[in-house]
C-alpha cells in the first residue's frame, strides 16, 4: 500500500469496474487495497472505522445480539460512518471501498499483542455475522463462492427426501416441516462442520453433512476467525522485522557519527 | 460390566462390527477398512481411506465423540442420556443393538441373574419403581422374564412426568450394555503408537488377527493362533522340510519367511492381501482419474 503526501490520487473506474470490484456489502478482505490514498485519507478512514468497532462493541454490551433494538440501531451506526452493510443499494462502491481499506489499516494497528487482536477480532466478528443476517437468501450462494467455501445449496428434492433425519438431526430447527421447506440446506464435507458434526447437532450421510442455513453461520464465522488470527500473526511479524530494521538503521546512523571519534568499544 | 478373564465373545463382535461399519460407511463414507481382533477384548478398526489418514487431530477427536453415546467411568452410574429429539444416528444404533439385546446380554451376559447384577440396573430407573422391581424380581426365574416385566413397569402411565421413561429409557438401558466403547486417545492421536495387526498379546498370547467379514459370525476367539501354537507349527514345518533335497543352499530366514503361509495364520494374511489388494486398486482408479482430467497420457 503506498500513499503519497500531497495531491490526492484516486483510481477512476466505470461503473462496470466498481461492481465488480466489491462484489458484495461484506467481505472475508482476503486482498489487500492496491490503490493510492493520501495520509489524510488514511487518518480518516482509520478514525472511522474504530468508531464503528467501538460502537459494534457498546451495542452488544447494551442490546442482545440479533434482537431487534441491536439490529436497527447498529445498521444506524454503520450508516452514520457510511460504511457498506446492505445490498442492492445504489452507490454502494464509496461505502464499500472504505470499509475495505480501513479493515486493512485497523490491522496493522491491532496486530500488536494478544489482547488488541482478540477485541479487534471479536468485533469485525460481530459486524459480519450482522451483514450476513441481512444478506438477501439468493446473495448467499455467491458470497460464499467467493469466499472459496464450497457450500451448495441442496434441491427441494434433496431436501423432501431427507427431511426427516435433518428435522431430527439439527437442534436449530424446531421441528417443523415448514420450516424446513422455507430453509436452504447446504451439502458440505463432514471434516468443515465439525463443531457440529462432534456434538450430533446436524445430520451426515455419505461423508457429508446438511447443514441448515441458520448453522452456516457459525461455520462461516469459524472460518473468519481462522482466516483473520493467521492473517494478524503475519503482520505482527512483520511488524517486529520492520521495528527491528528501524532499530538497526539507527544503530548504524549512531556508528557512522561516532566513528570518528573512534567508539568502536560501544559495539 | 467385563470380568478379567473376558473375551471378546462372537455376538458382541458380531454386533460391534455390525454397527461401526454401517456408521463408518453411512454417517462418514468410510470405504477402506480392516477389522483386527485385538487379542482378547477388542477390535480395532484400521480406517484407510486417503482422505480420512490426512485429517487433523481436531477432526479425528470429532469423529470419536460423534460416535460415543456411552459416557463416564466407573463412578458414574447412569452413563447414556437420550433426548426428545433422536438423531438418526441413534435410532440406527438402537435398530441394530435391538437384534443382539436379548441373546447378549440377557441370554449370554445374564444381566439380570440375580439380585446383585439386577441392583444395577435398577441404578439407571426411577426410584419410585424401584420396590416394585424387587419384589417381582424375585418371582420370575431368569433374564429374560424380567426385562419384560421391566419394560411393562417403566412405561409412561406409570410415572411422574418429571422421570423418564418409555421406549426412551428402555433404550438407554440397552445402549450402555451394547454399544461399543472406542478409545479416544488411538483415534485422535496421529502419534499415538498403535498396535500393528498380526502382533502378539501380552495376556493372551494370541495374534491380531484381521476379520475375515463374510465370515465374521463364525468368528470364534480361542480359535486364534497364539504365538506359541504358531512357534510350534514352524517348528513341525522345518523338521519335515529337513528330510526334503535342495533346500540346503538357503538361509534359514528365507525358509522361516515362506513357511508363516503354511501355519494356521495363513487363512488371515489372506484377508490381509486382499485388503491391500482393494486398497491398491482404488488408489490407481483415482490416480488415472486424475491423470484423465489433467489429460496426461
Known amino acids: ?41 488514511f487518518e480518516n478512514l482509520a478514525i472511522d472505522r474504530v468508531k464503528l468497532l467501538k460502537a459494534v462493541e457498546n451495542l452488544g454490551v447494551s442490546y442482545v445480539k440479533g434482537t431487534e433494538p441491536y439490529q436497527s440501531k447498529l445498521e444506524n451506526e454503520i450508516r452514520k460512518l457510511k460504511f457498506s452493510f446492505r445490498e442492492n443499494l445504489e452507490n454502494e462502491y464509496e461505502p464499500r471501498r472504505k470499509d475495505h481499506i480501513s479493515h486493512f489499516i485497523l490491522r496493522l494497528a491491532y496486530c500488536q499483542s494478544e489482547d488488541l487482536r482478540r477485541w479487534f477480532i471479536q468485533q469485525e466478528m460481530d459486524l459480519l455475522r450482522f451483514r450476513f443476517s441481512i444478506l438477501p437468501k439468493d446473495k448467499i450462494q455467491n458470497f460464499l463462492k467467493d469466499i472459496h467455501l464450497h457450500f451448495e445449496a441442496i434441491s427441494d428434492e434433496e431436501k423432501s427426501v ?31 462442520a465439525l463443531d457440529l458434526f462432534r456434538g450430533r447437532k446436524v445430520y451426515l450421510e455419505g461423508g457429508f453433512a446438511y447443514v441448515p442455513l441458520k448453522d ?19 503482520e505482527e511479524e512483520l511488524c517486529i522485522s520492520l521495528l527491528l530494521t528501524s532499530m538497526c538503521a539507527d544503530i548504524w546512523i549512531l556508528a557512522n557519527l561516532l566513528e570518528h571519534k573512534d567508539c568502536k568499544s560501544l559495539f | 460390566m467385563y470380568s478379567p478373564n473376558y473375551v471378546l465373545g462372537p455376538i458382541k463382535l458380531l454386533e460391534t462390527v455390525e454397527l ?51 459416557k463416564g467411568g466407573q463412578d458414574v452410574k447412569k452413563k447414556v442420556h437420550l433426548s426428545e429429539k433422536i438423531h438418526p444416528f441413534v435410532s440406527k444404533s438402537i435398530n441394530i443393538i435391538k437384534k443382539y439385546f436379548e441373546e447378549y446380554a440377557l441370554v449370554d451376559q445374564d444381566i439380570l441373574e ?86 502378539v498379546h501380552p495376556k493372551t498370547g494370541r495374534i491380531s488377527v484381521p476379520i475375515d467379514l463374510q465370515k465374521v459370525d463364525q468368528f470364534d476367539p480361542f480359535t486364534v493362533p497364539t504365538i506359541s ?59 488415472l482419474k486424475k491423470s484423465d482430467l489433467q489429460k496426461d497420457f
Not at chain 2, 481382533?37 to 460423534?66: M, N, P
Not at chain 2, 517348528?235 to 503354511?262: L, P
Request: charged share 30%.
Open chain 1, 216 to 234: 452456516i453461520v457459525a461455520i462461516v464465522l469459524n472460518e473468519f476467525r481462522a482466516k483473520l488470527s493467521k492473517a494478524l500473526a503475519k
Open chain 2, 229 to 287: 501354537s504358531i512357534c510350534h507349527e514352524l517348528d513341525a514345518i522345518s523338521i519335515n522340510d529337513e528330510g526334503k533335497e535342495g533346500n540346503e543352499a538357503e538361509s534359514d530366514i528365507k525358509h522361516r519367511t515362506r513357511d508363516y503361509k503354511k501355519t494356521s495364520l495363513a487363512p488371515y494374511i489372506k484377508v490381509f492381501e486382499q485388503f491391500l489388494e482393494n486398497l491398491d486398486k482404488s488408489r490407481k482408479g483415482e490416480l
Open chain 2, 20 to 70: 461401526l461399519f454401517l456408521l463408518s460407511s453411512e454417517d462418514f463414507g468410510f470405504k477402506h477398512r480392516l477389522w483386527v481382533y485385538s487379542g482378547r477384548r477388542g477390535v480395532h478398526c484400521w480406517v484407510c481411506d486417503e482422505s480420512v489418514r490426512k485429517l487433523s487431530s481436531a477432526v479425528r477427536s470429532g469423529i470419536v465423540e460423534y460416535l460415543s453415546l456411552v
Open chain 1, 162 to 192: 431427507r427431511e426427516p433425519e435433518i428435522l431430527a438431526s439439527s437442534p436449530s430447527l424446531s421441528g417443523s416441516k415448514t420450516e424446513l421447506e422455507l430453509e436452504s440446506v447446504y451439502k458440505i464435507p463432514f471434516a468443515d
Open chain 2, 114 to 199: 440375580n439380585k446383585e447384577s439386577w441392583d444395577k440396573i435398577l441404578a439407571l430407573v426411577p426410584e419410585t419403581i424401584h420396590e416394585n422391581l424387587q419384589q417381582n424380581f424375585q418371582k420370575h426365574h431368569n433374564s429374560l422374564q424380567r426385562w419384560e416385566y421391566l419394560k411393562k413397569a417403566i412405561s409412561c402411565q406409570d410415572n411422574t412426568k418429571n422421570d423418564k421413561c418409555g421406549p426412551l429409557l428402555e433404550w438407554e438401558i440397552m445402549l450402555q450394555y451394547c454399544f461399543p466403547r472406542l478409545d479416544i486417545n488411538v483415534s485422535k492421536g496421529i502419534n499415538h503408537l498403535l498396535k500393528s495387526p498380526f502382533s
Open chain 1, 1 to 41: 500500500m503506498q500513499f503519497s503526501g500531497g495531491k490526492r490520487k484516486k483510481l477512476r473506474l466505470t461503473g462496470d469496474q466498481r461492481n465488480v470490484c466489491y462484489p458484495h456489502s461484506l467481505q472475508f478482505y482476503l486482498e489487500p487495497p492496491s490503490e493510492s490514498i493520501s495520509l489524510i485519507e
